[in-house]
């Protein structure tokens, strides 16, 4: 897999799509903080080996200045329950300890809210972020209405290992 490649097809789907409001969203963008991160060049793109490993090591490194760290990964090496499960393991363990979190995108498990889906659809993904960001910006988006008629077992899932803002 090419680096350069990868990163722009990321960066691509960042900016056609994560970052673009979505009417099904009532107006929000799938992300409404992934374009302020992009815009400060903020998001560091890595290509991922062992999606458990490499989590590991981040846990002991930190973001290093990053607000965003983003490892692509072939997903045809990785099956998507064994890149969730990997990520899973490490969400649980050593990046809850440290104060971080991933976000697991595979194209073999689609994720989709009022109609929208929202995966990458050609890597797979491990999006990684200070645990406090994504807490904090998820109450001030729960306090906008974001994830209004969301499937609650989606944000059961979604929240796991974090602050669930629905609960505050």
């Known amino acids: 897999m090419d680096l350069k490649i990868a990163r722009e097809s990321v ?16 107006g929000f963008p799938p992300c409404p903080y992934a374009r302020q991160a992009r815009l400060k060049n903020q998001i560091d793109y890595r290509l ?27 997903p045809k090496l990785w099956g998507a329950d064994e890149f969730n499960a990997h990520i899973d393991e490490a969400n649980a363990g050593p990046m809850k300890k440290a104060g971080l979190v991933s976000l697991s995108d595979h194209p073999d498990h689609p994720e989709s809210q009022k109609g929208v889906c929202f995966n990458h659809g050609t890597y797979a993904l491990s999006i990684c972020a200070l645990t406090k960001n994504l807490d904090d910006a998820s109450v001030q988006l729960h ?26």
Do not use: C
Not at 12 to 26: D, Q
Not at 56 to 73: A, R
């Open 48 to 74: 991922g080996g062992d999606p458990y490993l490499d989590l590991l090591m981040l846990s002991k490194k930190g973001m290093e200045n990053w607000e965003v760290v983003v490892y692509i990964y072939d």
């Open 143 to 168: 306090k906008k209405g974001y994830y209004e008629g969301w499937d609650p077992e989606y944000l059961d899932d979604l929240f796991t290992n974090r602050q669930d803002p629905r609960k505050q």
């Open 11 to 26: 960066e691509n789907w960042l900016e056609n799509f994560i970052e673009v409001p979505h009417p099904a969203l009532g």
